[in-house]
């Protein structure tokens, strides 16, 4: 058995396990980096593995366990590479996600524009340069209710967690899921920011509006266009925070969200 080191992910250490046959991924999480946006919870990730281990999406979750303080997760290697292109079939794996009904003990998402309010100004208050003044002054205006409806949302469904075969779509890293608003998830995956940090290069609006259509939901993509600005403020005061705790590559991602507010 040899074990390769898995450089994707930006938190955890990972590495895949080549045994011959059936490859698995080992995940060590990382306990001493808090992040303000995305939850680390090995927990988290092995509840939803197994929950949604039988709709097709999701690696089989085979242990998962403690060593001393750290937690890990072992699952079988799911096949494929980073999401680049089929912004549709996106769009049909989130819509799918977000129509399964599960029982699961998850935290509360973001829900509305006072709550996404409320988390920008907690990652802004932590930060120190003069930029934080301009993104303050930025704040987006108006008031949207929260949504009735809450779903299942993995909460960082980016190009770097969607992996792409000739099988289909994988969705891996389920460390920071929640019962919230699809919104969230719509988000995370159009973000100009992330898909600029994962695949090079933001989406085209072509491709969002594409991506939105395919997504079926007119009540839910209406919602999405409206808490957009909100979206983006909070997007980008994230990337501010990495900017000033050492990942320069956020910079043009930071631009990106300003742009699309």
């Known amino acids: 058995m040899r074990f390769e080191v898995q450089y994707g992910g930006r938190t955890n250490r990972v590495w895949k396990v080549l045994s011959g046959k059936n490859d698995s991924v080992l995940k060590l999480y990382c306990t001493g980096f808090h992040n303000p946006l995305f939850r680390n919870d090995a927990r988290l990730e092995a509840n939803c593995l197994r929950a949604l281990g039988s709709f097709g999406f999701v690696p089989n979750l085979r242990a998962a366990g403690s060593f001393g303080n750290d937690s890990w997760v072992y699952y079988d290697h799911a096949p494929g590479a980073p999401w680049r292109d089929d912004v549709d079939g996106v769009a049909l794996l989130l819509r799918k996600l977000h129509q399964i009904p599960v029982s699961l003990n998850l935290p509360n998402g973001c829900n509305g524009s006072d709550d996404l309010d409320q988390h920008a100004q907690r990652i802004l208050s932590t930060c120190r340069s003069g930029e934080k003044a301009s993104l303050l002054a930025m704040r987006p205006q108006g008031h949207i209710p929260p949504i009735g409806d809450l779903c299942l949302i993995h909460g960082d469904p980016v190009a770097g967690n969607i992996l ?42 072509a491709e969002v509006t594409q991506f939105l259509a395919a997504y079926g939901q ?35 991602a930071y631009e990106l969200e300003i742009a699309a507010m």
């Open 218 to 252: 007119p009540e839910i993509t209406e919602r999405y266009r409206v808490l957009r600005p909100w979206l983006a403020w909070r997007m980008a005061a994230y990337c501010l925070w990495r900017i000033e705790t050492g990942a320069p590559d956020y910079a043009p």
């Open 164 to 205: 792409q075969s000739a099988a289909g779509l994988t969705l891996i890293d389920w460390q920071c899921p929640a019962l919230g608003d699809p919104c969230e998830d719509l988000a995370m995956f159009l973000s100009p920011a992330m898909q600029q940090l994962y695949r090079g290069a933001p989406l085209s609006e």
